[in-house]
């Protein structure tokens, strides 16, 4: 059982995962909220159906963008899981940063923010399982894979609720706040987000070489 069947260091990888994972969760509330602001929500002037092909479209842009990336970029990710795994977190950063901005935009841009947003996050979706596999397969070593799966979609699970009561709280307490603030809030929360993940990675150390270190090492000889 766990920590006796897992590896050194994979308690201090589930805790930085622990807090990438909440601090997303409380960006995405901010993003929710913007986003709901955006569709009308409050407003008499909006209407449900309105609201509803917004959400359409950015669920549509979404998904064609995960089945564009994954055809793009499907054979790359085993030759560098490390490189890729930041990059999905910065893909959604960058997503949730489009969302909380796109109600600052004048209204004709709205719904192409959000699209984009949801583009970007949606190739995170993709990088991230994609990776997620190596990952787990590295902290399988001496181990058994289904056990560090069956952990790690606990630990997602236990991580999902604990992050709703701080979500529920979180929207309350931010609720009067100043834009100012909420923005310099949002951007503490998402450097622990890139922070949290590069901790993740250094934890990880995978006995193969990735494709710039061995463009180094062909150099060399």
């Known amino acids: ?26 960006r995405s509330v901010l993003a929710t909220q913007r986003i709901l602001e955006g569709v009308g929500v409050g407003s008499s002037e909006a209407t449900a159906l309105s609201a509803l092909f917004n959400y359409l479209v950015r669920d549509g842009c979404g998904m064609a963008a995960g089945l564009l990336f994954t055809y793009a970029a499907s054979s790359r990710f085993r030759t560098d899981v490390k490189r890729w795994r930041i990059f999905a977190d910065v893909s959604v950063d960058i997503g949730i940063t489009l969302e909380c901005a796109a109600t600052l935009l004048p209204k004709p841009f709205f719904l192409p923010c959000i699209c984009l947003g949801n583009m970007f996050k949606a190739c995170c979706g993709v990088a ?13 070593k001496g181990s058994d894979i289904s056990d560090i799966n069956a952990k790690s979609g606990a630990q997602h699970t236990v991580t999902g609720a604990i992050g709703l009561i701080f979500a529920g709280i979180f929207a309350k307490s931010v609720n009067n706040v100043s834009s100012r603030c909420l923005w310099m809030l949002y951007s ?11 901790k993740c990675m250094r934890l990880i150390s995978f006995d193969y070489l990735n494709t710039i270190r061995m463009d180094m090492i062909l150099r060399q000889y």
């Open 1 to 26: 059982g766990f920590p006796v069947k897992t590896p050194p260091g994979y308690l201090r990888y589930s805790l930085w995962s622990w807090i990438q994972d909440i601090s997303t969760q409380l």
């Open 188 to 198: 503490a929360l998402t450097y622990i987000h890139l922070y949290g993940n590069l």
């Open 128 to 140: 991230a399982g994609a990776c997620g596999g190596s990952i787990n397969l590295h902290w399988a």
